[in-house]
């Protein structure tokens, strides 16, 4: 019998990685290739050819195949979807436009909005109405509805999203509807608010079901396709995809619940970050992936990336909460902007440089690609700065042209401010920088959290080139570089545990508390949730996690509470006031005394076991066992000292647990390259990972 491996493919907005890692010693094969734009598939596919290749392993070996991808971001940033309509109750059909009437930028006279992912004429109102009780007030008018259909015949609508008011606490009448239309419009997509999204916060639910509908027919082509593609080269594994939240599901479910996939990718990375902070024991961590288009920071405490509920998709403001569409789904909760190494450098009106957030991509990608590309990018100022080897970038399968680079950066940059490439190029990766260093500032701060003492772990293709810098910005003493952190977020895939949430809105008053219906509503999501899970699941024992979404009575928002109790009985209330008043204060430093408390909703999510706490793997060997001298030498520009500089170029293959390396320092690998600063050290832990320390040594 062949040696049986499994696969992972992250797909970015530049780069497609993929991994290959055997099932009997961990072994691990990596590569990178250009993201095919026309159809993702092929670039995935390209991929495996190449590991396989490497490996030498059949395509009948594979046992299972793991998945995540940002396109279903890019289609809603980019409005890319499907053209997508919505029934919503009679009335209503503003909501998503009216939105929550707030303004977010307080002070701007002039304040942009998202656009609704459906224009107003394709909001079509349906005759019906539900109570908050789920009581039927005014039943389902079919006429209404046989009108509205015409309406999406005559308009070519590809995709439908269903959504009526208190839709959440009685599923009937969207369940009518879309046995309608798949009568009389049966290949037209349809998404149900009450399965995508079943709780309160009309805007929220109804924005959350156009995002799913508006995805839902790019992403299925897209995981048809793949399949096919799998199939026909002799991969026949099981499937599965990374969800937003990070854990694993299976491939029907995400081609019904794309919506969940939005930020796959990158939950793939913050997985990684997390494993690496337990196996290293590093209480804060502060996770620091940049790719090709974008830079993800995400906060992780006690092993643990921060969790939420809600999301939100094509902010207008790059760090204003509420400037962009929200999507209720389970997510790993991190900041985005982009800074990426395509992300194009220009000289604004006011003569400043700025960086993104628009992308050179894979096609035709950054100047020095060589591929007709002329706009200046931070992969071309990095080339320029020294710490990319032209010859040696995604492991030598493609050759960097300086010279394009530099015409690039003189003609967007160094002209306009009559500067030198050099200069050009400094300015470009500092403001670059600065802004993932003020991205992380302000996403601590929303979360009431802090950057400082904490340790960095960067990963992607670009992360590791930037840390040190980054980490200067942020006053961090302490960078972390995992094996494979060119393909971080591909490596999280094979960690994440297969796992799925399932959420119900049944609101009462702990003054009132019903327990025979709070047990209800869990057994109903136990089952869904079982439901999703089962067919993915690998051997290992099933972990439920129960939470209850509680505030005090006349608060607008609710906090997250853990439900300890598997079945809620008559002191249920009691515990649950306890656990909500430990919460509360923990938060906010008090409680609100005689004051009722209500729960809003409940969540259920089942998945397999976690990896939990390990040993010390990840740390320093206390005595290293040598100081290693370069073997050769480079051009490296030094940001302190504002010059070019001899620094040592070690290969990262060669290095070994213990060994050390005083900055300034190139350490190259196939899929990145990590920057050592004069001032730093690097050793490498018993595991392997790269240890970036302020002054060690």
């Given at each position: 019998m062949s040696t049986q491996y499994r696969l992972a493919a992250d797909i970015g907005g530049t780069f497609t990685d993929v991994v290959l890692e055997r099932d009997d010693d961990g072994a691990r094969v990596t590569t990178k290739v250009l993201t095919t734009y026309d159809d993702p598939a092929n670039g995935v596919m390209q991929g495996i050819d190449r590991v396989l290749a490497e490996s030498g392993l059949p395509a009948e070996g594979a046992s299972l195949v793991l998945h995540g991808t940002t396109l279903a971001t890019n289609a809603l940033i980019e409005r890319r979807g499907a053209k997508t309509a919505l029934l919503t109750t009679e009335g209503h059909r503003d909501a998503v436009e009216m939105a929550l009437e707030n303004r977010f930028e307080q002070y701007d006279v002039n304040i942009d909005r998202p656009l609704p992912l459906v224009p107003r004429p394709l909001r079509l109102p349906i005759r019906e109405r539900v109570d908050a009780e789920g009581e039927v007030l005014i039943p389902l008018d079919a006429t209404s509805v046989r009108a509205a259909a015409a309406v999406l015949q005559a308009q070519s609508v590809e995709s439908v999203a269903v959504g009526f008011l208190h839709g959440y606490a009685n599923v009937s009448h969207e369940e009518q509807v879309a046995r309608m239309l798949e009568d009389v419009l049966p290949g037209v997509s349809v998404t149900l608010a009450s399965r995508v999204c079943p709780e309160i916060r009309e805007y929220e639910r109804l924005s959350t079901a156009c995002a799913n509908a508006y995805v839902k027919p790019m992403m299925a082509r897209y995981l048809e396709s793949l399949q096919q593609q799998l199939v026909a080269r002799g991969i026949r594994a099981p499937v599965l995809m990374m969800t937003s939240g990070g854990g694993l599901t299976t491939l029907n479910n995400a081609m019904e619940f794309p919506i969940r996939l939005v930020e796959s990718g990158p939950a793939g990375g913050a997985i990684l970050a997390a494993q690496v902070a337990r196996d290293g024991g590093y209480d804060s961590v502060l996770s620091f992936d940049m790719g090709g288009t974008t830079a993800k920071i995400c906060l992780i405490d006690d092993g643990q990336p921060l969790f939420s509920r809600s999301f939100e998709v094509d902010r207008v403001y790059r760090f204003k909460k509420g400037s962009g569409l929200p999507v209720r789904i389970p997510v790993i909760e991190m900041v985005e902007i982009g800074a990426g190494g395509g992300s194009k450098a220009r000289v604004d009106k006011l003569q400043r440089i700025t960086v993104g957030p628009d992308s050179a991509g894979s096609e035709p990608g950054p100047a020095c690609y060589g591929r007709g590309g002329d706009a200046a990018t931070v992969t071309d100022a990095d080339v320029l700065l020294g710490k990319l080897d032209a010859q040696a970038f995604a492991g030598g399968a493609m050759t960097l042209d300086v010279g394009c680079a530099r015409s690039a950066l003189l003609q967007d940059v160094g002209a306009p401010l009559a500067m030198d490439e050099t200069s050009a190029a400094f300015g470009v990766s500092e403001v670059v920088d600065e802004n993932m260093a003020a991205a992380a500032r302000a996403h601590a701060v929303e979360w009431g959290q802090q950057t400082e003492r904490r340790t960095l772990v960067a990963y992607g293709g670009a992360g590791p080139l930037h840390a040190a810098r980054l980490a200067d910005k942020l006053k961090l003493d302490r960078v972390v570089v995992p094996t494979g952190a060119g393909v971080g977020s591909a490596i999280g895939f094979l960690i994440a545990p297969v796992s799925y949430e399932v959420v119900r809105s049944r609101y009462?008053?702990?003054?009132?508390?019903?327990?025979?219906?709070?047990?209800?509503?869990?057994?109903?999501?136990?089952?869904?949730?079982?439901?999703?899970?089962?067919?993915?699941?690998?051997?290992?024992?099933?972990?439920?996690?129960?939470?209850?979404?509680?505030?005090?009575?006349?608060?607008?928002?609710?906090?997250?509470?853990?439900?300890?109790?598997?079945?809620?009985?008559?002191?249920?209330?009691?515990?649950?006031?306890?656990?909500?008043?430990?919460?509360y204060a923990r938060l906010y430093g008090r409680t609100i005394p005689n004051l009722d408390v209500e729960v809003l909703s409940w969540t259920l999510t089942l998945g397999e076991s976690g990896t939990g706490p390990a040993a010390s793997a990840g740390r320093l060997v206390e005595t290293p066992a040598r100081w290693l001298a370069a073997a050769s030498t480079v051009s490296l520009f030094d940001a302190e000292e504002g010059l070019n500089i001899e620094a040592g170029r070690y290969l990262r293959a060669d290095l070994e647990a213990g060994d050390c390396i005083r900055g300034p320092a190139l350490i190259v690998e196939a899929q990145t390259t990590t920057v050592v600063p004069g001032g730093f050290v690097a050793a490498v832990s018993e595991c392997g990972d790269l240890l970036l320390t302020r002054g060690g040594g």
């Open positions: 009462m008053r702990l003054s009132e508390f019903d327990a025979r219906a709070s047990n209800s509503a869990f057994q109903e999501m136990r089952a869904e949730a079982l439901a999703v899970v089962a067919p993915a699941m690998r051997e290992s024992e099933l972990i439920e996690t129960r939470r209850a979404y509680m505030r005090y009575v006349g608060q607008g928002y609710e906090i997250a509470v853990a439900v300890v109790e598997r079945e809620l009985g008559e002191g249920a209330a009691a515990n649950l006031r306890e656990a909500f008043d430990q919460e």
